[in-house]
């Protein structure tokens, strides 16, 4: 949540104070050490900034529901009428000066901030990937693989050879049109060839031919140039015992 661009400046002073590095309660009101005690002072949430106007300046349910609009979205004709309130309540707990100072930071950080509910679902979606990517990391690898833009594909091969995962030829005989794991390795699917027809991978994944080699292809499936030309340098007919260019010829 910290790292939304509306918390992100406070990151170093969320730390410090974290660690005990800077005291942030001496010159805070009672109450608002209560609400933001667990940020450190610092507004994180989008409840922190309901909480603070609910408590601090005697804001309603609807009217907290519609200054987080307003702040999240910039609406800068409804942010005046806010500010109004919120000072002309807020002074009387906090004093005009805090109010103001308050203020400044409710709209500066109030903006583009996550709600706890959102960040929950994000943290328990990331801890989930990470054990993942962790202790089945060629499943993991083939899942990205299979979802992401074709430009991005040579970056994630790379990255999953980083993690130590090991790519094996194109199947043939048992493909599929997405990346799928076999053994320890990564057999690229069908689909994610580049510029491979796609009405050519569909037929040769239904086919449920067991091809002999690349004759035996060309006469069940039909001769397409580039399926065969990829095929071929992916090492889906590797079985056949002959140099991949002797297969072209």
Not at 125 to 142: P, T, V
Not at 187 to 198: A, H, R, W
Not at 242 to 249: D, H, P, T
Request: aromatic content about 10%; proline content about 3%.
């Amino acid at each position: 949540s910290l790292g939304r661009p509306g918390p992100l400046p406070m990151i170093d002073t969320y730390i410090a104070r974290r660690d005990g590095k800077e005291n942030w309660k001496h010159d805070e009101h009672k109450d608002v050490i209560k609400l933001l005690e667990k940020t450190f002072g610092v507004v994180v949430f989008q409840e922190d900034l309901s909480a603070l106007w609910r408590t601090m300046a005697g804001f309603t349910v609807p009217e907290t529901e519609s200054a987080r609009k307003a702040v999240a979205k910039k609406w800068v004709e409804k942010l005046e009428p806010i500010k109004l309130k919120w000072l002309s309540g807020a002074a009387k707990t906090l004093g005009k000066e805090k109010a103001e100072e308050w203020w400044t930071k409710m709209v500066t950080f109030g903006r583009y901030a996550f709600n706890k509910s959102h960040s929950t679902a994000y943290i328990i979606l990331a801890q989930r990937c990470l054990y993942l990517k962790a202790h089945f990391s060629a499943e993991w690898w083939a899942a990205v693989m299979s979802h992401c833009d074709q430009e991005k594909l040579a970056k994630y091969i790379t990255c999953a050879k980083t993690d130590g995962v090991e790519f094996g030829p194109v199947s043939i005989n048992t493909p599929s049109l997405n990346f799928c794991v076999k053994g320890d390795t990564i057999s690229p699917g069908l689909g994610s060839i580049k510029n491979m027809d796609s009405k050519c991978a569909k037929s040769v994944v239904n086919s449920e031919c067991e091809f002999t080699g690349i004759d035996d292809f060309v006469s069940k499936i039909g001769r397409s140039k580039i399926a065969c030309e990829r095929l071929i340098k992916l090492g889906a007919f590797d079985f056949e015992n002959k140099n991949r260019k002797a297969l072209w010829l």
